[in-house]
């Protein structure tokens, strides 16, 4: 539980350190710190990706997915920050994700929505709403810099929830965890390296800047990641995602104590119906059980690899 925490507090803090690196755009921050974390990710995965490399070659259109979604989070999560705020940026992207996630369920695995999910949907758009509101300064160029953050945030939200599932996906085709980690992110890892070689410039024009996108990849993406690991060994999922609730506060805290951002009250009552959203979604059964689209039974998880359990991936952001 304590690994988890602290991961948690590693991925809160990643859209403030952002902001010690000005000169840095979205694209080359996004890149540096997924990208770099990415390839980090499959290169201690080695070997479980050799020992999975069948299943993965059967499992290539699932895998490409996984990885574009990789690719497309960061640059559309930095992206939503630099334009709204480090608040509103962090808080609609990890708000979006698992109500995408509910919805992909729907969709693609034919999952009843339940009403607690339902009720999860409506707090996290009033509280969007109620974000929103409080940031627009009157101008069309703010509504219009508000308006493409929150969409960036959703774009991000929905990636999120992808690459999540998609990880899920394969654990449930018997790929071990180390290996379905490693393929998916060392895939979107590729995917932004020639994103990081046409704007990655900047990165390397300051000490600072060097060190916040050294920090960004090594600790809360490359280290958050095995902890977060570590952590889902030892206890439950529906433990795991509860406690990483704490992200999105360390976000907002961090935004308005270190960045200076404020937030009017009705942006505090939005976030306070986000996290209730949140809550929800981790406490209360999101969809109810259904067959998978060909008629056959739901899978079961991915057998345990040498060396190590394989178990559910919970949420990664």
Known sequence: ??????????????????????????????????????????????????????????????????????????????????????AIGTVVSLASAPLASGILERVLERRLLSRWWMLAALLGIAGSVLLCLSTMDGTTAGVAALAASIALGLVAGTTYAAYSWVVHRLMAHRVGRAASMGAVFGGGGLLLVPVLLVAGAPLVASAQAFGVAAYMALVPMFLG???????????????????????PAVAAALAVLVVGERLAPTGWIGLSAIGAALVVLAVAPANSPAPLPDGGPSPRPAAPERGGRSVDTGAIP
């Not at 540096?32 to 990415?38: D, K, S, V």
């Not at 290539?60 to 559309?76: Q, R």
């Not at 952590?231 to 990483?244: H, Q």
């Open 1 to 86: 539980m304590a690994a988890i925490l602290v991961t948690s507090f590693l991925w809160g803090t990643t859209g403030t350190a952002a902001t010690f690196a000005p000169g840095v755009g979205p694209l080359a921050m996004g890149a540096a710190a997924l990208g770099i974390g990415g390839l980090l990710q499959a290169a201690i995965a080695v070997p479980s990706l050799r020992r999975s490399r069948g299943l993965l070659r059967r499992h290539a259109p699932l895998v490409a997915t996984g990885a574009l979604a990789v690719a497309i989070y960061p640059l559309a999560f930095y992206s939503s920050m630099r334009l709204g705020g480090v």
């Open 225 to 247: 990641y095995l902890l977060f690991g570590y952590g889902l060994t030892r206890v439950l999922p529906s433990t795991a995602t509860t406690l990483t609730l704490s992200e």
